[in-house]
């Protein structure tokens, strides 16, 4: 627990003082696309196996990313799993990269900010979760189990998956974020209904 304390603070005092986590963040993402697409295309697997319609709803859903796979799949016969995660990831790439264009500025600040509140978040729930380990382990010295290993061992598998679900939420988050221009602001502003019987105080 010590360790993983303070692998996480390393980390925190990392993004405070980092002024850009551009790569991190592009790092963070390409793990996570490659993930699911693993969850519906097997890695080394054959093209039978995959189920190339249930990734694309996923990757819409979860990622706002809207991507013809099949007709992709169809229209180019040499395109392999290898091509398909490249294109994937590019396609990602694209559409985050859009998103700091319309802002107009790098959007370091608010990336750190995303990165910092979901590490924290996690941490919290994963310190509730080894007290919890913790108070049950003596239990598997019932079971012929050394407990002291087997909270090493269960307190890591927590500490790794911890790590996976901070890239995963960072992930959606940001690739879910909509970015409004001003005049897309003033447009809905315009065309919002005027509310009466209201009182301001």
Sequence with gaps: ANDQRKVIYQQRNELLESQDISETI?????????DTINEYIPPQS?????????????????????LPLVQW??????????????????????????KVDMVGAPMHQYEAAVMLQSLDTHWREHLAALDHLRQGIHLRGYAQKNPRQEYKREAFELFAAMLEAIK?????????????????IEVAEAAAPAVGNVQYH
Excluded: C, P
Excluded at 26 to 34: F, H, K, P, W
């Design 46 to 66: 054959m093209e039978e196996q995959w189920d190339v319609h249930a990734l694309e709803k996923a990757l819409a859903a979860e990622f706002r990313l809207e």
């Design 26 to 34: 592009a790092a963070m993402r390409e793990s996570v696309m490659n």
């Design 168 to 184: 995963r939420d960072v992930t959606l988050m940001l690739m879910s974020v909509q970015i409004r221009s001003e005049q897309d």
């Design 73 to 98: 799949l169809e229209q180019d016969t040499r395109l392999d799993e290898q091509g398909l995660r490249a294109r994937v990831s590019e396609a990602a790439q694209q559409q985050y990269q859009a």
